[in-house]
């Protein structure tokens, strides 16, 4: 059977669901185990390079095993097994929303946004100003497209063709390394350092990937704006290309890419103090801009989906000519 039922499927419980609750999620489960992990070593380095590369594997040795017992009952039950694990491994209608709410707070209540800011960003809000808020919401839009939905999806669109249950697995094998990253992956602690340079790695596709999303869906946007007589923006069809100017100046190596090139394409300055500045001649972003920028990664998460579907069709006809 289709392995692109498995995405179709991951979609559809994504727009209705949004989230599993947390004592529900196999993603919290895994970073309760990455938890136990975040202390002291005696031997950091050596520690951080045995838990990036054990952990990830036993989480996809698992969700592997698991679906390929479903598999192996009835491949239908394979099928949903797959997406269910896609599912609990993206999540785009829980970005969207949860950004869309802090640029809604910037508007009538700043302390509630502050607030709500710590689900999308690790920065401290207390000092920012609402455009700033603004700019950390719709950055963490785009950056969390390329770790939240694309990664996983491209994972399991190039190897689900060849064995579902190898699909699965890299899926969830892709998340565990992102968990990885966001949990430990920081400069004062020495055993996340090869989590983070593992990430940095197996995310160098799915950021720019995630770019080429971006701008697509901004000028998708744009066209439907036109369409239906509100105002268009034609900085949409150079995003991609402006993007690629500014893509360098955060510290990641990947997390600029989306990043820049929704700040082309809504033509405004995302930045986080002190760190980088993407579009520095921009202003920070309006309401009605951070608005936009959110409604483009959504729309962009939404192509992903539908990439990765095409992409298991292409590598489906591949693999069965050879």
Excluded: C
Aim: hydrophobic share 55%; net charge neutral; no cysteine.
């Amino acid at each position: 059977m289709n392995p692109a039922i498995a995405v179709a499927l991951a979609l559809v419980l994504d727009a209705a669901v949004a989230e599993l609750p947390r004592r529900l999620h196999p993603v919290a489960w895994f970073g309760s185990v990455v938890a136990r992990a975040d202390r002291e070593w005696s031997r950091p380095m050596l520690a951080g390079v045995a838990v990036a590369l054990v952990l990830p594997l036993l989480a996809a040795g698992v969700v592997a095993l698991a679906v390929g017992l479903a598999e192996s009952f009835r491949p239908l039950a394979g099928l949903l097994a797959a997406g269910l694990v896609l599912f609990a491994t993206t999540s785009l209608r829980m970005l969207v929303e949860k950004a869309g709410e802090v640029v809604a707070a910037t508007e009538a209540d700043l302390p509630t946004a502050r607030k709500r800011l710590e689900w999308l960003a690790g920065r401290d809000a207390d000092d920012l100003a609402p455009g700033q808020i603004r700019s950390a919401a719709v950055e963490s839009a785009a950056e969390n497209l390329a770790d939240g939905v694309v990664a996983a999806l491209s994972a399991f669109a190039l190897l689900a063709p060849i064995s579902l249950p190898l699909g699965a697995g890299a899926a969830a094998w892709v998340k565990a390394v992102n968990t990885l990253d966001s949990m430990l992956g920081y400069p004062d602690k020495s055993h996340g350092t090869a989590s983070a340079r593992l990430d940095d790695i197996i995310m160098w596709i799915p950021a720019r990937a995630s770019a080429g999303l971006v701008a697509l869906a901004a000028v998708l946007v744009s066209s439907g704006n036109s369409l239906s007589g509100r105002s268009r923006s034609d900085h949409s069809r150079g995003s991609l290309s402006a993007g690629r100017r500014w893509a360098d100046a955060p510290p990641s190596p990947n997390s600029g890419w989306p990043m820049a090139t929704l700040a082309g394409a809504i033509d405004a300055r995302l930045e986080k103090p002190g760190v980088y500045v993407l579009n520095p001649d921009a202003g920070l972003p309006s309401v009605e801009t951070a608005r936009s920028g959110v409604r483009i990664a959504g729309l962009a998460g939404v192509l992903a989906f539908l990439f990765a579907g095409l992409l298991v069709a292409a590598v489906s006809g591949v693999v069965a000519w050879f």
